[in-house]
């Protein structure tokens, strides 16, 4: 009996992980192409409506069965703990709409290639319309600077608006696990975005180079970042990308926040902040935990203006 079970430990502690990463490495090639297939075909089924009904139709499931996966467990304690006075209800509608503006974001990004109809002539008439502190024109002046985002309203028409308006030379983007996923979305992006830079390791080689030539870069900042520094957001302590300040510190160079803000019936507003003060130290240069504390300050109103059209489903704290 005692030989069984130590040959039973034998196998469950070596053979039996050694044939599931066996296993797993096989079935990747085909998980990833399956996966790969699927993304590529829910584009096109969602291409073949008109961008406002294929949106409606997207929120109308993302709010019915979004909330049942476990992913809503993380959204609802982080509404909970960033907004302790609203009432177990309000919360739950926020989770609903939460899971509705994922559920149009997806839709929309089939439509990427004609989401943009900003018509500076008639700028009333199009789904777009530009916040009142449009200032745009003055950032087209071949001088170095950054700006921010964070994932709320349609993030993806950022970098879409910094290409439309010019004012946007390159992103920086996290590239999806998933190879084919990744070439799809990436050949969607295309031609109606920037420059994309992934977060890979010669990002950082090409961002200092292109700040170095003056241009214009572009990032979200707003997602948990291990062994970054600490900031409040929300009033809790958090760890956050410092990459953004680094480079402002390094160029000495402007940070501008701009957002798309989701307005009903199918419309967008692009908004620009003014230039972010940057805290400095006593040396006179850009302090990197004061600097992101601004910029976070800066999203959590963006947030706390728009709740349900923040990714909550991140786990910004840990």
């Given amino acids: 009996?005692?030989?069984?079970?130590?040959?039973?430990?034998?196998?469950?502690?070596?053979?039996?992980?050694?044939?599931?990463?066996?296993?797993?490495?096989?079935?990747?090639?085909?998980?990833?192409?399956?996966?790969?297939?699927?993304?590529?075909?829910?584009?096109?089924?969602?291409?073949?409506?008109?961008?406002?009904?294929s949106s409606a139709g997207m929120a109308f499931w993302a709010r019915l069965f979004g909330p049942l996966w476990p992913l809503t467990k993380v959204a609802r304690a982080n509404l909970k703990a960033a907004f302790p006075e609203k009432s177990p209800q309000e919360i739950e509608k926020l989770v609903r709409e939460v899971w509705a503006n994922l559920g149009r974001l997806c839709a929309e990004f089939a439509h990427l290639d004609h989401i943009w109809d900003y018509d500076p002539k008639n700028p009333g008439k199009g789904r777009i319309e530009i916040g009142k502190t449009d200032f745009s024109h003055q950032l087209r002046d071949g001088k170095t600077a950054l700006f921010f985002s964070a994932h709320t309203g349609n993030w993806e028409m950022c970098a879409i608006c910094?290409?439309?308006?010019?004012?946007?030379?390159?992103?920086?983007?996290?590239?999806?696990?998933?190879?084919?996923?990744?070439?799809?979305?990436?050949?969607m992006r295309k031609g109606t975005m920037p420059d994309l830079i992934r977060t890979d390791r010669d990002a950082a080689r090409d961002l200092i180079r292109r700040l170095g030539q003056g241009q214009h870069i572009g990032m979200l900042v707003d997602q948990y970042w291990t062994g970054g520094p600490k900031v409040k957001f929300f009033g809790r302590p958090t760890a956050t990308n410092p990459t953004l300040a680094k480079l402002a510190r390094h160029f000495d160079c402007p940070v501008y926040g701009w957002r798309v803000v989701r307005l009903p019936k199918g419309r967008f507003r692009v908004e620009f902040t003014e230039e972010v003060v940057m805290p400095r130290d006593a040396e006179g240069k850009i302090d990197v935990e004061g600097a992101m504390q601004a910029i976070n300050d800066v999203i959590e109103g963006w947030v706390r203006e728009h709740p349900a059209q923040w990714l909550w489903l991140h786990r910004r704290w840990r």
Wanted: net charge positive; aromatic share 8%; glycine share 8%.
């Fill in 1 to 53: 009996m005692g030989e069984i079970v130590k040959r039973w430990r034998r196998f469950r502690n070596g053979t039996l992980p050694r044939l599931r990463n066996r296993m797993r490495q096989r079935m990747a090639p085909i998980v990833g192409a399956l996966l790969g297939g699927y993304v590529r075909g829910s584009l096109w089924w969602l291409r073949l409506w008109p961008l406002e009904v």
């Fill in 162 to 187: 910094g290409a439309e308006l010019d004012i946007l030379d390159a992103v920086i983007y996290r590239e999806p696990n998933n190879k084919k996923a990744a070439e799809l979305i990436e050949e």
